[in-house]
């Protein structure tokens, strides 16, 4: 029985479909079609039920997937074992943000692969939040503060923030300087986020209100220098936009708590020691010399 046969109908079970699966796998869906019914004749049973809409699993495929997934993950646990040290191979979806990820964390995955040519790395840039076991990602980088989840996580660096509006903004509607002050503005969000700030060591939760929402912190920027509100935004994505004089800080004694950057992955027993070296690269590279100094935080 193939290994590869394995994992690609575990991929096709997951994805809910050989389209989904082929982009995941990085094959195409003819390789992942005969792969499956390579398997099926191995068992002498029926996998899958496949119709136009995708492909759902049968009661034998069901009970099989799991014993599938061990057997795929016991593999790769293994042939990192026999590996000469140092050296990875096999395949790493990650999925980043696009934000940040293009020119924070993209250089530090380039090198990863520049130092170990067995690996395959596909990685995903985009600010929606990837549902990392539906859509099959071995880890993610995230940015700012993680909310409760049942993924595990690793922080890697530090991450400031702070409030910014543009001089015309302020001009024609006044700098606020309390969290009591910042509600009556308007607030250019992600989402129906909350806010944060700081009192001295105090959390106080802010309940903005804007008309004006976009899910990328640099449309955002665009939108304060525009004049169109307050935004909360990573300095580090701002600090031509600072120096310019393009954006100010408000809020200066009220401060958004600190945030982090961090690698999330599906919970499991032991990370895979390809996570764990991008892990560490990461740390290498944001937690001794951070992307975003307290020197630049207001």
């Given at each position: ?31 992942v ?14 996998l ?28 790769d ?7 000469p ?16 990820g ?49 993924l595990?996580?690793?922080?890697v ?45 105090k ?7 804007g ?5 990328n912190?640099?449309?955002l ?6 004049g ?13 936009h600072?120096?310019?004089?393009v ?43 951070p ?5 630049a935080?207001?």
């Amino acid at each position: 029985m193939d290994i590869e046969d394995l994992r690609t109908f575990v991929e096709v079970a997951d994805a809910g479909g050989v389209t989904s699966a082929a982009l995941r796998l990085g094959v195409s869906k003819s390789m992942v079609s005969r792969r499956l019914v390579r398997l099926e004749a191995e068992l002498g049973v029926q996998l899958l039920a496949r119709s136009t809409r995708g492909a759902s699993l049968t009661e034998a495929g069901a009970t099989f997937r799991d014993y599938a997934a061990r057997i795929s993950a016991e593999i790769d646990v293994a042939r990192e074992t026999i590996l000469p040290a140092g050296e990875l191979r096999g395949r790493l979806r990650i999925a980043a943000p696009l934000s940040f990820g293009p020119t924070h964390f993209a250089s530090v995955i380039a090198q990863m692969a520049l130092g170990h040519p067995q690996l395959q790395i596909q990685t995903c840039y985009s600010d929606r939040f990837v549902d990392l076991i539906a859509e099959g990602y071995d880890c993610a980088i995230r940015v700012g503060i993680l909310h409760d989840s049942n993924l595990v996580a690793r922080r890697v660096g530090p991450l400031y923030g702070t409030f910014v509006a543009s001089p015309d903004y302020i001009k024609a509607h006044g700098s606020p300087e309390t969290p009591e002050e910042l509600v009556a503005h308007q607030a250019l969000m992600q989402g129906t986020e909350v806010w944060q700030v700081m009192d001295g060591d105090k959390v106080i939760t802010v309940r903005p209100q804007g008309r004006f929402k976009a899910d990328n912190g640099a449309a955002l920027a665009v939108a304060a220098a525009a004049g169109l509100g307050i935004a909360v935004l990573p300095v580090d994505l701002i600090r031509d936009h600072l120096g310019s004089g393009v954006l100010v800080p408000v809020m200066k004694r009220f401060p958004p708590p600190p945030a982090g950057i961090y690698v999330v992955r599906p919970p499991g027993q032991h990370p895979a020691r390809k996570i764990r070296v991008l892990t560490e690269m990461l740390i290498e590279c944001f937690d001794h010399g951070p992307a975003l100094p307290k020197t630049a935080n207001p």
